[in-house]
C-alpha cells in the first residue's frame, strides 16, 4: 500500500523527535526563537488561528488536544515543583520530612502573604528558578509551615525566628 507524503513526513518526525538529544536541541532553538517578542506573537497567532479552526472544524480532535495540553501543564508544573525543592534540599527544615507531596516553599523570614501578592499568583516554584533560586527560601512541609504561620513556631520546638502571622 502507497503511504502518503505526509504520512512519510510524519513517520520520519516522529522517528527525530524519539532521539532526546536532537529534541532538545530544537527545543533550544525555537525557545531562542522565540525571545523576539515579534515571532512569539506571530506564532501566538498561528496557533491561535489553528485551534479556532480545529475547534469549528473537528471538535473532537479539539477536544482531545486541549485535554493533552492542560495534562503537560500539569506535568510541567508537578517537574517544576520536584525540581525547585529538590534544589532547596528535598527536605523538611523543621522534621527533615521527604515525601515531596508534604512539602512546600518557606520564606525564611516570614512575609510569604507579602511575597505571594508581588509575584501576582505566579507559580512559585518557577519563579524561584527563574530568579536563580535566591536565598530566604527553603523547603518545610505543610505540618510545619502551617504551625509557624499560625503560632510562629513549630510544636518540634525547632528555633525559630519567624513573627506569626496571626494573632
Ligand atoms: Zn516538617
Ligand atoms: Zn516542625
Known sequence: MMTSKLERDNASRRKRMSDPSYRIKVNSTERK????????ARKQETNNNYYQNLKINNPDQYEK????????GLKQRRQERINTIKH???????????EIMF?????????????????????????????????????????CNMAIGFYGKCPHKRE??????VS
Open 33 to 40: 526563537r522565540l525571545e523576539d517578542p515579534i515571532k512569539r
Open 65 to 72: 488536544r486541549l485535554a493533552k495540553t492542560r495534562l503537560n
Open 88 to 98: 532547596y534540599g528535598g527536605r523538611c527544615f523543621c522534621c527533615n520530612e521527604s
Open 103 to 143: 512539602l512546600g516553599m518557606d520564606h525564611i523570614n516570614g512575609g510569604g502573604n507579602k511575597h505571594r501578592k508581588e509575584i501576582k499568583g505566579k507559580n512559585i516554584y518557577r519563579w524561584l528558578r527563574m530568579n536563580d533560586y535566591p536565598d530566604g527560601f527553603r523547603v518545610a512541609c505543610h505540618n
Open 160 to 165: 525559630d525566628t519567624k513573627k506569626p502571622q
